[in-house]
């Protein structure tokens, strides 16, 4: 499988990331990009553990961040699709972060809620199925008030 849908083009992530960078520093004082990026991911993930979902194929690469720089925030960090983590993902943690984020405000713009099928190689009818376990499990802890 050829796996083309949902690229960014480099160079625009390149200037994304030093857009929001400078804008964090603007409004926030900060220059821990990573570390408040993935804070915000991380609080969005606790509210609703499902919500991995939103990222779809930056989910892996995500996730891998997540275990990098916060692990003491969310557990769940067993489960990994390598294949699509190495395709989905920046040339720096940065560019991972954003291209997530970017992804989440398309997904949240075109897709219904929840949604975990992805057509990663529009020349294939086979869609991508996006589950994890881990973060299937921990909706089902919070759904059950655990």
């Known amino acids: 499988m050829a796996y083309t849908a949902y690229k960014f083009d480099p160079k625009w992530i390149k200037k994304r990331v030093k857009e929001l960078k400078a804008s964090l520093k603007a409004n926030k004082n900060t220059d821990d990009f990573l ?3 993935i804070g915000v991911i991380c609080q969005r993930l606790e509210a609703d553990p499902k919500r991995y979902r939103d990222y779809g194929p930056y989910w892996w690469a995500l996730k891998k961040l997540i275990a990098k720089y ?4 969310l557990p769940g960090l067993d489960e990994m699709d390598e294949t699509i983590a190495k395709e989905y ?4 943690d940065e560019e991972t ?3 997530a984020d970017e992804f989440r405000n398309d997904y949240l713009n075109h897709f219904f809620l929840y949604t975990n099928e992805f057509m990663l190689d529009p020349d294939s009818p086979d869609l991508y199925l996006l589950s994890d376990p881990d973060y299937e499990k921990l909706a089902f802890i919070k759904q059950l008030g655990l």
């Open 89 to 92: 993902r920046g040339k720096t």
């Open 35 to 37: 570390g408040y990026g």
């Open 97 to 99: 972060l954003v291209m």
């Open 70 to 73: 916060a692990t003491d925030q």
